[in-house]
């Protein structure tokens, strides 16, 4: 029953398909309960109350892809389009360490002016002047070889969800793009030496609890550094629009899952779930998340960067917001911390 199942987890930090399948068709509120319960228990264990904040930085809102349920897809013509150059970059980089980020995200659109050459500058530039701080990157699928330039240039971690990890539905929702090529970037990163990060949506248009058992199977195997799970949420420019968005409830559910199947594994309570309820980020965080990313973007650019609408937090200032983030974290009775956050299995 799903006690035994909650039970396993919590126990052996494993379950298989079948298992996870039943509890998530079964559970019921109690049960999530003690599910929250015991996720949260097992980060205490692991990173105590500490949150991690990351600054990111929304490089290019361009994109050449056209998956169906993101507002930047190409198709979407009224999206508007902006890149951010090395200077604006480097402004953003400064301001976030002021506010005391030690790690900064840069991700946007899969976008060809990124050449490896541009993106070797920029983290150089970066790298050179906030030596101690991380740098992840966040652009999409790229090839081996252009993994491979950024990682010596200093880019530390790389965040590509794998979105599903069932074939036919990762298919449905990436016209034209193999599933087989993003679990082979996956696997590129990791062997590079990244801390990599995998991660899904939950409550895509047609996604079953099947495929989210899925899901969970792959992130346990991978075994990603970091695993970023959003509610999905329809943008109205899309093919998606009209699809309600996923639960609170289930992506809270699958937050404590992963963090009962992978007990180090770096957990943001994201952006989306903020966006779709306001107590979105405390109950990711006390389902087992431990880390924020908050927004470091020139302010101008925010709203164009638009994945999905109703986007929390766009026209936060930044001294304001690091300090009401840091006070609700409080309040939730964790605690921030100014430091890399590293995963300790990937980083000595
Ligand atoms: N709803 C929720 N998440 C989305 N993403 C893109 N579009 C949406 C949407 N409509 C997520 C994807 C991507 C990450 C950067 O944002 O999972 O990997
Ligand atoms: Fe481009 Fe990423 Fe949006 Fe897909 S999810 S359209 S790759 S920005």
Do not use: W
């Not at 075994?223 to 992506?251: Q, R």
């Not at 992963?258 to 952006?271: D, E, F, G, I």
């Not at 109950?283 to 470091?296: C, Q, R, Y």
């Amino acid at each position: 029953n799903v006690i035994d199942i909650i039970n396993k987890l919590y126990s052996e930090n494993d379950a298989s398909k079948e298992e996870l399948l039943y509890l998530l068709d079964n559970i019921n509120e109690e049960e999530k309960n003690l599910l929250i319960e015991k996720a949260h228990e097992t980060r205490m264990r692991t990173y105590s109350n500490k949150v991690y904040l990351r600054g990111l930085i929304e490089l290019t809102s361009f994109c050449k892809k056209d998956c169906l349920y993101c507002g930047l897809r190409r198709s979407n013509k009224s999206a508007e389009r902006y890149r951010l150059n090395i200077d604006e970059v480097l402004e953003c980089v400064r301001k976030g360490d002021k506010l005391g980020y030690k790690t900064f995200v840069l991700q946007g659109g899969e976008d060809a002016y990124y050449t490896d050459d541009v993106m070797v500058e920029i983290i150089t530039a970066i790298k050179n002047e906030f030596p101690n701080n991380a740098l992840t990157l966040s652009l999409g699928e790229r090839s081996y070889e252009s993994y491979e330039k950024m990682f010596k240039a200093g880019a530390d971690r790389y965040l590509l969800r794998h979105e599903s990890a069932s074939k036919k539905l990762y298919e449905s929702i990436h016209p034209g793009e193999p599933y087989e090529v993003r679990f082979n970037c996956l696997k590129n990163l990791k062997e590079i030496g990244y801390q990599a990060g995998a991660g899904f949506m939950v409550g895509i248009p047609n996604q079953t609890n099947e495929d989210l058992a899925n899901d969970l199977r792959f992130v346990k195997e991978f075994e990603p550094a970091m695993c970023g799970i959003g509610p999905f949420i329809p943008h109205k420019d899309t093919p998606l629009k009209d699809y309600p968005h996923g639960s609170l409830e289930k992506t809270v559910i699958c937050l404590a899952i992963v963090r009962l199947l992978l007990p180090k594994v770096l957990l943001p309570a994201t952006t989306a779930l903020s966006s779709i309820d306001k107590n979105g980020r405390n109950a990711g965080l006390k389902a087992g998340g431990n880390v924020i990313m908050p927004n470091l973007s020139p302010m101008s650019v925010r709203k164009k960067y638009s994945l999905y609408n109703n986007k929390a937090y766009i026209l936060d200032e930044d001294a304001e917001y690091r300090r009401l983030t840091e006070e609700k974290i409080k309040e939730a009775g964790f605690e921030v911390e100014i430091t890399r956050g590293d995963n300790p299995d990937f980083r000595g």
